[in-house]
């Protein structure tokens, strides 16, 4: 289904009027979106990039659609050798060690620890989760078919305190529900983002998937 059919099919037929015009409507879709892919480590969003040639350069920058990593490898074509992925706080332990890098989330780039001059030459893949492109009318979502209703009932869901006629009382506990939400799937991210590290950080919590 295309966005647009969610729109009209899905989303309209689940909501009793819309007070919103249809810009509006394809913000909360692809909020709707962003919320489902965000839900968990999904299988659909696993992808691959080796479009990087090692050189004498320890930084090289992320996919631009990275969300986070699984997995890093060098490759001369034939031997995949792992590099290991440090925590942030922890990169000057490991200085002058071949084959360790650290994620730089600021400058969306990836640093080895030294230069990487035995496998200059070689390829660098990456193994991640990534970000999906935000929706037009045209396009549909990249999970499978059967699944994109889904997106139309988060928008429904989502919409339904919009639609309410008291708006001295907006902030009400569903707007603290879906608050909420959003800041434990941050949460969430940000723990697998640091599990992915060499799993000397421990989390406050694991990430439970609640069905």
Do not use: C
């Not at 009318?137 to 499978?144: A, E, H, L, Y």
């Amino acid at each position: 289904m295309t966005s647009q059919e969610i729109r009209e099919t899905v989303f309209q037929w689940l909501v009793d009027d819309t007070n919103v015009d249809e810009t509006q409507e394809l913000v909360l879709l692809n909020i709707a979106y962003d919320r489902i892919n965000a839900m968990r480590a999904w299988s659909y969003l696993d992808k691959s990039q080796a479009s990087q040639t090692l050189s004498a350069t320890t930084s090289y920058a992320q996919p631009t659609d990275f969300m986070y990593l699984d997995r890093l490898q060098v490759t001369d074509g034939t031997t995949y050798n792992d590099v290991k992925i440090v925590p942030f706080v922890k990169r000057f332990d490991y200085n002058n060690t071949s084959r360790v890098a650290f994620l730089d989330a600021v400058n969306s780039q990836i640093t080895f620890t030294t230069a990487p001059d035995s496998d200059i030459g070689q390829t660098l893949v990456w193994t991640y989760q990534y970000q999906p492109s935000q929706l037009t009318n045209s396009t549909s979502p990249v999970f499978p078919r059967q699944f994109h209703a889904l997106v139309g009932y988060e928008m429904a869901r989502m919409y339904f305190f919009n639609d309410q006629p008291e708006k001295d009382r907006a902030w009400n506990k569903e707007l603290m529900g879906e608050y909420a939400i959003l800041l434990k799937q941050m949460k969430d991210w940000d723990t697998q983002v640091k599990l992915k590290t060499e799993g000397e950080w421990l989390p406050d919590t694991y990430m439970i998937d609640p069905t």
